[in-house]
């Protein structure tokens, strides 16, 4: 008001003329200016502009609105701004929705890529990691370091039950390997975070949706290692709830993993046998495994990486052949395009490293064409709306970031999932929270049917021991208000 009195004179003489009595509505919701037109597209949209108060998304002042002044819409509202659209609206729906699932999809191959990439690189060390017994705090760096090496936990916890189950260390040694690849684990959706760095308010959302699951993680370990070193709790419950034995059980393999791995396998697939033989002491170092070898220099499955049957005599070179830390996939029986006959270890840490560098850009690109997509689809909604349909309750938060998990068979892939969603300003951390704590749970079921492969119960004993640390953490952290505002600040 000073500024156009004192630079404009005009605006002066008029305003001198007018009432200066004004309604209850219009003193809570002035318009910006008299001059701008009310269906001018090139206008900024504000809060301050509708007489409701609510902020829409991508308004000028979104980023201002904290969750506690967001109101309340019913499920009439939400039903009429998901359901009731004219035929142009449909098809820019459909539209957005191919696209999105199209960069999903690349997203998560990129994932897929990213973790076969780092257990290529980061294999061999891993397994000479787990390989032995070890004190308590060492066996709990040594799972961080191991999965965050492989960047998944889910790998490093069928190891570690493997590991048990033949004998090559003992059910102590594993329940702290476990703890510490749960706090390896979150590595990744970090990672993922960083790809909106380009927006400084998403960035800062995303980075904590991402974090809360480290931050649950090391709140966890703080209190449950300490107590496990002292009592035995968790050993102690777990042993008296193992069976006298245990059935052998078939590997399952979620749909979405179905879905992801064969374009990535194209590209690259690990040999996770390598961690594994090192792990349990089958070999000394990665050098048994080299040069690659295809009988008759055919790559594919048959004569590069079948098995040699030593029982019946035979040899590697002659009735077989060999793979190193790159293999080919069963399956299809075709090799992926970065193995090769003859190829040295140096030769797969390079293929390693370029399809690590690879799978980076290609996360970073579907990232930032995900979250686009995904802004401009809900360009004008109103966060009362948005909220609405996303604020669940939080055992069904829970019991949904379990399912995904289950699906997907990794806490890694849902929660950098989901980050993306939390950096747009979507899903709220305190959203995030419980469905990070589902995927926590839901990661625990690989090593549950890990152990089922195996006939040694401290097998299942150690895959127990994992789901009840993350209940434990549940327990601790969720139920009580100002408990759970500890990790959420």
Known sequence: QICRRIYYPPYNRITKQLSFTMSTTEAQDPIKSETTPANDASVVKSRKDR???????GDADWDEERPDEIGDATWGEVAKACCVHDAKEWGKIFVGACAALFFLYFFLVSLELMGSAAKVLGGCKAGGLMSDDTNPVAGLVIGELATALIQSSSTTTSIIVSLVGAEAISVNTGIYLV???????????????MGQMADGAQLERAFAGAT???????LSVAILFPLEVISHYLYHLTNAMLPDSVGDGEKWEGPIKKIVSPFAGRVLK????????IATG???SCDAYYPALCLDGIEDYKHCASKCDKDAGEEVGVDCGRVGLITCDKDSGECPGFFQNGASLNDDYISGGVCLVLSLFLLFVCLMALVNVLQRGLAGM????????????GLIAIAIGTGI?????SSSITTSVLTPFVGIGVIQLEQMFPLTLGANIGTTITGLLASMVSDNVDALQVALCHLFFNLSGI????????MRRVPLR
């Open 382 to 393: 109103s966060t009362r709306i948005i909220y609405k349909a996303t604020n669940v309750n």
């Open 282 to 284: 089958k070999v000394d």
């Open 270 to 277: 690990a040999n996770k046998d390598v961690i594994k033989d």
């Open 405 to 409: 998990t289950i699906l997907v068979q």
């Open 475 to 482: 327990v601790i952290w969720y139920p009580i208000p100002i």
């Open 212 to 218: 809360v699951h480290d931050i649950f993680n090391l």
């Open 179 to 193: 703890m510490g690849a749960n706090i390896g684990t979150s590595v990744t959706n970090t990672i993922v975070s």
């Open 51 to 57: 007489p409701t108060g609510s902020t829409h998304f």
